[in-house]
Each structure stands twice: as structure tokens, then as C-alpha cells.
């Protein structure tokens, strides 16, 4: 599933790595449970300045414009967005950078689902929400670079798992 920073990740990758690109946000069963995959991005609905950010790095023309590029250009264009990411956040609340609950109802009520999976806030931990009537389980998996961590399925249920 292609995130905020491996927007231009394509096919030819997929193949040559033996990987599969899902959508965003993707619906699967775990176990009989319903559940909804997402990078998370789209949930933060309050950053207005990162939204305009993924509409245009997800824009067919604007990416066509960036990989016809030379790679050392591309390089330093991708060093010079994660520096201006960096700084963006610096100065932006917490509560911005997070979901918007509106938001994760709207996901739940939409899919169906019961569960939803997803990073991007790098908040991790298990989040309820009454929705429809009934209870809706969010989980948000931890930061890969920074903590490490995972979610095991099983027909028991879904935990979490700290890597470190």
C-alpha cells in the first residue's frame, strides 16, 4: 500500500520484488472478522497543507513530470521534500497531525467494517469507537524506524506485538 513517502512505488517494483500493491484503503477478512486497511493518511483530515501535499504526489501528470527526471534530480528532490516534511511538522499541533474522528466513523460506517488497521500517525495502540450501534476497534501500528511492532490475527482475535 503506497504511503506518504513511496507514492511512486509502480508495478515493475512489485514484480521484481515478488510484492503485491494493494489499494488504499483495502477491505480483507481476518478470520471472519471485516477489516479495513489503510496507509492512514487520509483519516488526518484536519492538515490541510499535508491533504494538498497527497493530491498532488498521487496526480498521474505530476508523477509522469517527476520520473522523467533524471535519478540524481529525483533524488535530491525527494531529500529536499522529507526536509520540508520535517519542518512542516515542527510547526504544526499534534491533534492536526491525527486523525480526524469524523473521519474514522465515516471509514467504519463506508467499509462495514468492524476493524481498521493503519500508520501513518505512528500513535500506536487500540482505539474504540461506537459507530452503527456497535463497536468499532482501530488499531494503529507503531513507527517501523523508530519502535518496531506488529499486529498478529488469529481466530482469538487481533494483539499487538512490540518488537523491541
Known amino acids: 500500500m503506497h504511503g506518504n513517502r513511496d507514492f511512486l512505488v509502480a508495478q ?6 515478488g510484492a503485491e500493491i494493494i489499494g ?3 477491505k480483507v477478512d481476518l478470520y ?10 487520509t483519516l488526518c483530515t484536519d492538515d490541510a497543507a499535508y491533504q494538498s501535499f497527497r493530491v498532488q504526489v498521487r496526480d498521474p501528470a505530476w508523477q509522469r513530470a517527476t ?4 535519478l540524481q534530480e529525483r533524488v535530491e528532490l525527494a531529500k529536499g521534500m522529507r526536509l520540508q516534511s520535517e519542518g512542516a511538522k515542527q510547526g504544526k499541533a499534534m491533534d492536526i497531525m491525527d486523525v480526524s474522528r469524523g ?5 467504519f460506517a463506508e467499509s462495514g467494517c468492524d476493524v481498521m488497521i493503519h500508520g501513518h500517525t505512528h500513535r500506536p495502540g487500540r482505539h474504540a469507537y461506537q459507530v452503527g450501534g456497535r ?8 513507527d517501523w524506524y523508530d519502535r518496531g511492532g506488529y499486529l498478529e ?11 523491541v
Do not use: K, N, Q, Y
Request: net charge neutral; no cysteine.
Open 12 to 17: 515493475g517494483f512489485a514484480r521484481a520484488t
Open 24 to 26: 488504499d484503503p483495502a
Open 32 to 41: 471472519g472478522v471485516s477489516a479495513l486497511l489503510l496507509h492512514g493518511d
Open 67 to 70: 520520473l522523467s527526471r533524471p
Open 103 to 107: 473521519a474514522v466513523e465515516r471509514a
Open 135 to 142: 463497536e468499532r476497534i482501530r488499531w494503529v501500528l507503531p
Open 153 to 163: 490475527a488469529s481466530p482469538e482475535g487481533i494483539r499487538a506485538i512490540d518488537a
